[in-house]
């Protein structure tokens, strides 16, 4: 994979940064619950979306919270990109997928008493043997991970040999003797 993921949806990383269920910025009461793909800007609410002037015919995506998290339907987002690894949840007899990852205090779970598989990325235990990832955020820390390890594989590093030194001339607008010898400029 090695960063096409990042590469081909460059929405993705603000997605990630993006603060959602917060009050719009519009005079409406409404939560911030959407996020425009074309725009890549913070989070916006129904209204906004509705609004002739704002976000008329861009593409959106619905964002829905479970367990205090945002996270999007996978009907919606596997269509923009493969989520088959990410653990899915299910909210309102709906599948999502987180976007952010599980915070650090939320780790130690078990699973029906039992040990699961965990995240690649930041060990968070998983309900699925299939899954990989418990959100999308680890999904892209994983790609970004590999492309710094390739990265680092494509490069050489040049050894240089330090038994022969190099002599520099402080002053190379000298004329030069045959022997190698500086003489005087008759200019100085």
């Not at 829905?64 to 999007?72: D, N, T």
């Not at 596997?78 to 999502?96: A, E, F, G, H």
Request: aromatic share 8%; proline share 5%.
């Amino acid at each position: 994979m090695g960063g096409e993921l990042l590469s081909n949806l460059p929405w993705l990383k603000p997605l990630l940064r993006t603060e959602f269920y917060k009050q719009c910025e519009c005079e409406s009461l409404k939560q911030c619950s959407f996020f425009c793909r074309d725009c890549m800007g913070s989070a916006f609410c129904e209204e906004c979306l509705c609004h002739p002037d704002k976000h008329v015919h861009h593409q959106s995506l619905r964002v829905y919270k479970s367990s205090s998290r945002p996270g999007l339907r996978v009907h919606s987002i596997r269509s923009l990109m493969d989520v088959s690894d990410i653990q899915p949840y299910t909210c309102n007899s709906s599948k999502l997928v987180y976007i952010n990852r599980k915070g650090r205090k939320e780790h130690g779970n078990h699973i029906n008493g039992r040990k699961g598989e965990k995240c690649e990325v930041c060990g968070y235990e998983l309900q699925l043997l299939t899954s990989k990832f418990c959100s999308i955020e680890c999904k892209v820390s994983s790609e970004i991970e590999v492309m710094e390890e390739k990265k680092e594989e494509d490069f050489v590093p040049i050894s240089i040999s330090t038994s022969r030194l190099i002599h520099v001339d402080p002053n190379p607008f000298r004329k030069r003797s045959r022997k190698g010898v500086p003489q005087r400029s008759p200019f100085l």
